[in-house]
């Protein structure tokens, strides 16, 4: 598939007059017509303002419809649209501004101030999505040309979108998203999940990450569904929504499920109604699939990468309640094998590090040669850095991340082992383990806890709880309860500051 159509055109000659957004706050609602009228307004006035093929344009915003509007202006017009995550302070921003070569900040009204202040820096252009002012959206529409803008061919693995890596270790590296991979990943997620025109989901996870833009709203749009777009999660608002019956397809992260499990007012949705439930980003602990199957929802859960456009796996329904803990198989564009510690391909069930090919996959990082050419193997599979189990019906088991795992006295120790057995206490509600330095063992676990409301553990007697159920050498050496983890906007626990705070902490006593 060497040339895509352009999306968001595509879609509105097709069904022009069905809804394709709703924006929750505002109650304003989009045809896929008006939203292909508002993307070629963009994309006409980006073009008057001097922009071409291969700019960068950086936005900086909670959700909004104009997000995606922005994002086909920019399939339309080759240029590269750069997503900050705006969780990060202006300090972090400033150098990818920088290392993307942006030449414009668009912003919405909460981040106004940042932008501002990102401006004085890296002095730039900037564009208020929200504003009507003379340098704002609005105004920059409107000075745009009447006719639409040429339509232009759209390689499918030209770059169409980067997206910084979150940076759990090491320098955050802009992954390239190609109209081809967002392709491949629809067909991958909505095939899993049988997802049509008449399904209607919520758009709440973060639009600087893969999950906000392709889990699901994007494959929903190209199968002609609707999307209620929130500016970001509120969990009454999710719950006014599923329990209205405006969603049938849902996705979320496991602390997003976490969230809902514990809403006051969870035993108002009929989660019997919604058609699918998918989870991604983190691994989901068991005793929340299990609560969800009570309330006669099963979660299928997945596995993806941001260097896989996401979806990669994605189990299916009959066998979610049979394989728990499992995110299922490779879905229908993607391949996987395993690779074992001797360097040779795992056949059959089996144990080795996860590698992945096909059209969903990123050409690469912008800009950085090394780290794509490490991330590869000589023969183009991607390197995903997970170690993966395959069982004997073909149905794969993330165990953990390779830099995860620490040898204590010699033998190998993989934290999400640990972490599994710890949250089948009746008081913990979440576990992660990390590896910290030992004079004695050269590594031992150390175990961070959140509580079950209402619970009061007893940290003391976590050892001898674990001794019963863990080889000893698995057992963390230490116990700590916390309120909150540090997250990834993917839901993904940031283990080298849970590291460096232990490590203070050490050093303190």
Known sequence: MEWVTDMAAKRAELSPHALAFIDLESGQEFTFAALNEQAE???????????????RVAILCLNHVEFFSILFAAQKTGLILVPLNWRQPVAELEPILKLSEAK??????????????????????????????????????????????????????????????SGTTGNPKAVIQ???????????????????????????????????????TLPLFLAGGCSTVLRKFDADAVIDLLAGGKVSAFFGVPAIYQALSLHPRIDEVDFTKLSSLGCGGAPIPAHLLTE????????????????????VFLMDKASAPLKVGSVGKAQMLTDVRLEGVDGRIVEGAGTGELQLRGPGITPGYMGNAQATAATFTPDGWLKSGDIAQRDEDGYYYIIDRIKDMYISGGENVYPAEVEKVLTTHPAILEA????????KWGEVGAAFLIERPGADLNTADMAGW????????????????VDEMPRTAAGKVRKNILKNTFTSEAEEV
């Open 292 to 311: 969800f199957m009570e309330r006669g929802a099963t979660i299928c859960n997945g596995m993806g990468m941001t260097e896989t456009g996401p979806t």
């Open 41 to 55: 307004r963009i994309a006409a006035g980006l073009a008057h303002m001097g922009f071409q093929t291969g700019d």
């Open 104 to 165: 414009l900040l668009i912003h919405d009204d909460a981040f106004s101030e940042a932008a501002h202040d990102l401006k004085a820096r890296v002095d730039l252009p900037l564009c208020n999505l929200e504003g009507d002012g003379e340098h704002d959206l609005s105004a920059m529409m409107a000075a745009a040309p009447a006719n639409s803008p040429e339509a232009r061919p759209i390689a499918s693995n030209a770059p169409w979108y980067l997206l910084y890596t």
């Open 178 to 216: 190609t109209a081809g991979m967002a392709w491949a990943n629809a067909v991958n997620y909505g095939q899993a999940v049988d997802l049509t025109s008449t399904d209607t989901s919520v758009n709440f996870l973060p639009l600087f990450h893969t999950a906000g833009i392709n889990l699901l």
């Open 466 to 481: 674990c001794r019963e159920r863990l080889a000893a050498y698995k057992v963390p050496k230490s116990f700590q309860v």
């Open 432 to 439: 992660v383990v990390i590896g910290v330095a030992d004079a």
